[in-house]
């Protein structure tokens, strides 16, 4: 008997779903005897006096220790016991060592962590670190090989299920590689270039400017008044500095908000994983107190608040990469041509070992006075491309993050900024004197020539980085005039700032709406609350969905799909919510009328790249063009000379994407339009390192679970044009609201849980709070912590 082809599907779902359940149980049987100790005493050696580890009903632990000292060595101590898995990983990631235990599959990975030279630029790090910083990585890597080490300690069951050896001995240096890797993964620039060059050649610069990045005039800038600096109190330093980008962060002066102090609200946007990208924790430790989110495989917080200053973070997407084409010396591989002379390069051979294989893979590692030749590890690169990056030079942004834990005013806060030479940042500042600020930190070239927006020649040496824009010049403000500042990776400065910060910011359709909810909520005598920032953060109004809307309704037909779509797009308020029919016939038309107005003329590969797919994992998962297509649309829309589309042809460009849409609707859910909710096809999947082929993703991964929003939302969900319509992009991982009146009212949540363990409680408990939108207490004082106490840990 045969079945029909959907029977067919549906059985090898079902079996490889039960398949899954019961690995799933088999894993977590297995991982019970791996949990780590929570209760008690535990002796070890290396701690200046004792250290208390209470945790609470989350798991967050509160490290109360009598020295900083101690302080990060038991922060490495409890890295260690949720994260071990996570961190090897990073650390072999980092390395460039995954292919020793995952085989060929892992290769390109490898090959672009040793040509990008994050070991080599972090022993350099290391060595130009303060004393402060290499005493934090060495108690840190003691805390981590304490638990390792230690009797009750078992490989994680993740690596153990592959057959990984048991992890090596954290070092100092570890902690180095893994933030130069994050450093590299949060630097922009280069990789718009590479889409604009193959533009270029597909259909011509004037045609190809039409899609260029480039931002609504109504959506509002960082600084719209340019940079302010206003002191406030008798008791702030008068000589505290010079006049003068994924994720959202706002901040609002006391006399706006209705909280003890200046309010910051942040939500930090990354790919989902599992597990969390971020963990929690509190540090007391001789003048160290601080909480907030950290990276397992570093020390200190990396947002949240001392007891002096509270800070959060967007990138800038400030352009501090440029790509060069070489001309290499036809016999000899090794010298190539600058400025009419032929230079040797420097070369370095990297032997990787893979798992499978009895000699190791060869690499060498090229090297100009621009940096790396990437083109070998890039598909559909032609020519020998170097790398010039902010990201790949020596800096010393680690001793920047212990300043700022440690910062007491925003001198001390400018002082760290000034050492985050990268990755390009914005960081919102605010205090408990009420003081509120932003700096752009991280360093951005200052060209000699061209403005870094196409791969340069590198033999002429026309396009070089003639230094970098002078720190103190670079936007800041401080207690501007109009009372709260707004950062969410739109453009930062107007065209009177002397500079050329780059233009591959984020739209600000984000900053757009995050503005327009503050000036409402603060209307009158109204002032902004935790509250209204909680609403916020979970806010799902798409303004350039209604923008677009208003020029579809222009278009006139009696086509039925078309007539159906724009039935259910007249009545919708651009509420983005996962129960919404219109929200998901807006997002399938959407990116139909970007697919049938690119891919004619580009192809599908050039499509998804200019609609900001990246072509390698680690190199460039996107580009610089993502999340432009929507306001591309509507400058096509308006324009009546558009190359890509003419007037006569909108009316067929536009029916055409409604007959697909609806096609794909009726398709993925159903004849019925009442079916086609947004959360059905937009979910949240966290996905685990491991997960990299079925059926492992369904035995490691969560998800997809239905959410709202997209990427212009506050609440940014964002989707793979390759893999639409799932959150596979990234979406805020973390979020937090400060007062700084009263530390204890601050809220805090990260997903989808603390512990990076399968069988503990922690692994996801996160998760629908994180849905909901709630946030938990930030716990802070002592009574506070007692309150919530859950589980009690000595150290001695």
């Given amino acids: 008997m045969k079945f029909p082809h959907e029977c067919l599907d549906f059985s090898k779902k079902l079996a490889t779903g039960l398949l899954s359940d019961l690995v799933k149980g088999g894993i977590r049987l297995l991982d019970r005897t791996r949990q780590p100790v929570l209760d008690g005493t535990f002796k070890t050696t290396g701690l200046d006096g004792p250290v208390e ?25 409890v890295h260690a016991q949720d994260r071990m898995c996570q961190m090897e990983l990073y650390r072999r990631f980092g390395h460039g060592r995954l292919s020793e235990i995952f085989g060929a599959a892992a290769l390109p990975l490898d090959k672009a962590a040793r040509v990008l030279g994050f070991r080599q630029t972090a022993l350099i790090d290391l060595e130009n670190s303060s004393e402060e910083l290499k005493a934090a ?70 045609k190809a400017a039409e899609l260029e990045i480039g931002d609504n005039s109504a959506n509002p800038l960082h600084l719209p008044d340019g940079i302010e600096v206003s002191r406030l109190g008798p008791n702030l330093l008068e000589n505290s500095g010079p006049r003068g980008m994924g994720s959202n962060s706002w901040v609002v002066t006391p006399k706006l908000a209705n909280a ?51 800070w959060g973070m967007t990138l800038a997407h400030t352009d501090a990469e440029d790509t060069y084409i070489e001309k290499f010396h036809p016999e000899n591989p090794s010298r190539y041509e600058f400025r009419g002379e032929w230079k040797s390069a420097d070369v370095r051979r990297e032997n990787i070992k893979v798992r499978g294989r009895r000699k190791p893979e060869v690499v060498d590692v090229i090297t100009t006075i621009h940096g790396p ?62 003081n509120i600020g932003y700096w752009c930190a991280g360093k951005v070239p200052i060209r000699a020539a061209g403005d870094g927006m196409l791969p340069a020649a590198g033999w002429t040496g026309d396009a070089e980085w003639n230094g970098y824009i002078p720190f103190e010049e670079m936007p800041h403000a401080l207690n501007p005039a109009k009372g709260f500042i707004v950062s969410c990776n739109q453009p930062i400065v107007g065209p009177d700032y002397p500079y050329w910060t780059g233009g591959v910011f984020m739209n600000g359709a984000r900053a757009r709406r995050v503005t327009q909810f503050i000036k409402e909520a603060t209307k009158g005598r109204n002032r902004m609350s935790l509250e209204d920032c909680r609403t916020l953060q979970g806010d799902v109004l798409c303004l350039p969905a209604l923008d677009l809307i208003k020029r579809l309704q ?29 929200a998901c016939i807006y997002e399938v038309l959407r990116f139909n009328l970007v697919k049938g107005l690119l891919e004619p003329s580009l192809g599908p590969e050039l499509t998804l790249q200019v609609m900001g797919e990246g072509d390698h994992p680690l190199i460039n998962q996107t580009n610089e063009f993502y999340g432009h297509d929507t306001a591309t649309l509507i400058r096509i829309l308006d324009n009546p000379k558009s190359q890509w589309v003419s007037d006569d042809g909108k009316t067929f460009w536009v029916v055409s994407a409604a007959r697909t849409a609806a096609s794909y609707l009726k398709q993925e859910l159903g004849e019925a339009p009442e079916l086609w909710e947004w959360g059905r096809i937009h979910g949240a999947v966290f996905s685990h390192a491991m997960s990299v082929q079925p059926p492992i993703d369904a035995i490691f991964n969560i998800g997809p679970l239905p959410i709202g929003g997209d990427s212009d939302t506050s609440n940014q969900t964002a989707m793979m044009p390759k893999t639409p319509y799932q959150t596979t992009a990234w979406a805020a991982t973390f979020r937090q609201i400060i007062d700084t009146g009263d530390w204890s009212k601050c809220m805090i949540i990260h997903a989808p849980g603390q512990s990076g363990q399968p069988a503990s409680p922690h692994y996801d408990d996160y998760l629908q709070m994180w849905l909901k939108g709630e946030l938990n207490p930030m716990l802070w004082t002592r009574e506070q912590v007692e309150s919530h106490a859950a589980h009690r840990l000595h150290l001695k």
């Fill in 554 to 582: 222009k278009i006139k037909s009696e086509d039925p799909d078309f007539l159906m779509v724009m039935q259910f797009l007249n009545k919708w308020d651009g509420q983005l919510h996962a129960n919404s029919v219109a």
């Fill in 373 to 434: 030749v990437i083109s070998e590890i890039l598909p559909g690169v032609n020519h020998r491309l170097t790398l010039r990056s902010t990201a790949l030079d020596p800096a010393k942004a680690a001793d920047g993050w212990l300043r700022l834990n440690l910062a007491q005013n925003w001198d001390q806060f400018v002082e760290s900024m000034a050492l985050i030479e990268s990755p390009p940042l914005n960081v919102t500042y605010a205090d408990i004197r009420g």
């Fill in 137 to 206: 990585l060495e108690a840190y890597s003691d805390g981590v090989n304490c638990w390792r080490t230690n009797s009750n300690y078992k490989t994680p069951v993740e690596l153990a299920l592959v057959g990984a050896p048991r992890p090596q001995a954290w070092s100092p240096l570890d902690c180095m590689v893994f933030a130069r890797m994050m450093i590299w993964q949060l630097c922009r620039g280069w990789a718009s270039e590479i889409v604009r060059a193959r533009l270029y050649e597909a259909v011509g610069a004037e």
């Fill in 53 to 77: 580890i209470i945790r609470d009903r989350f798991a967050v632990p509160h490290i109360y220790a009598s020295s900083v000292r101690d302080a990060f060595f038991a922060q490495g101590f």
């Fill in 260 to 310: 003890d102090g200046a309010i910051l609200s942040n939500d930090m946007h990354l790919p989902l994983m599992l597990p969390s990208f971020w963990y929690q924790l509190h540090l007391i430790g001789g003048h160290l107190n601080v909480a907030g989110v950290s990276l397992p495989g570093l020390p200190m917080v990396m947002g949240g608040h001392n007891s002096h200053i509270a």
